[in-house]
């Protein structure tokens, strides 16, 4: 999908062990984002990336964290994944339509049981 | 008040109708708009992007934005089954502030 995928794409692990999602990109873009979706809440953001090394949080980061230490990749860690973190989770990039639009990954269905 | 609002339907349409999807958005700082489809089981694609109030027309599709009433709607022309879907709205500013995206409208077009 333009340039950007996610890894893995179905995951199924246990609570309280450590996970980790990856966001490559082969377009050399600044901004990176990850969001997970849920029914009923929409797409709501996690973490975001403006630079290698630079990263900020989102509306929903409790329990997330995030690392940029090359351009092309952007990981999202669930340090002890809990059920309420059963979700898509959906990594994207900006740089499209003028520099505006996101291109999002195909997402990585993560279960947590 | 959230920052964007839209209504999640579901809304079912039989094929051939004209469809209207709004958002309605609270800061007037907001500089771009967008509307993003999403098939089941992927990820949002960017469908339509504007940079200012009108219409801005793409095929069967029409974007418009009412920046004084905050204000932003997707009509879909002729629709067809392969238009049913999850529409999201999203507003922008340049910089570094992200995207803020509506929570979306489930679109059922029926043959």
């Known amino acids: 999908d333009a340039g950007i995928t996610q890894s893995p794409r179905h995951k199924v692990t246990e609570t309280g062990t450590p996970v980790t999602l990856r966001c490559h990109q082969t377009e050399n873009h600044r901004y990176m984002y990850w969001y997970r979706q849920d029914p009923g809440h929409g797409l709501r953001l996690i973490h975001y990336s403006y630079g290698v090394k630079d990263t900020d949080k989102g509306e929903v980061s409790d329990g997330y964290s995030v690392s940029r230490s090359k351009t092309e990749d952007f990981l999202l860690t669930l340090e002890s994944a809990t059920s309420s973190q059963t979700s898509v989770y959906f990594c994207?990039?900006?740089?499209?339509?003028?520099?505006?639009?996101?291109?999002f990954g195909s997402g990585t269905r993560l279960t947590v049981v | 008040q959230k920052e964007v609002e839209q209504d999640p339907g579901p809304l079912s349409v039989p094929e051939g109708a004209i469809v209207s999807l709004n958002c309605t958005y609270s800061?007037?700082?907001?500089?771009?708009f967008m509307w993003y489809r999403q098939y089941s089981r992927k990820g949002p694609e960017l469908l339509m992007y504007t940079y200012s109030s009108g219409n801005k027309e793409d095929g069967r599709f029409t974007a418009q934005v009412d920046k004084s009433s905050k204000y932003i709607s997707l009509f879909i022309r002729d629709s067809q089954p392969s238009d049913s879907a999850t529409y999201l709205c999203a507003v922008g500013n340049s910089g570094n502030t992200p995207l803020v995206f509506g929570k979306g409208t489930r679109l059922s077009v029926i043959a």
């Open positions: 994207a990039i900006r740089g499209t339509a003028g520099g505006e639009g996101y291109t």
């Open positions: 800061n007037s700082a907001f500089q771009y």
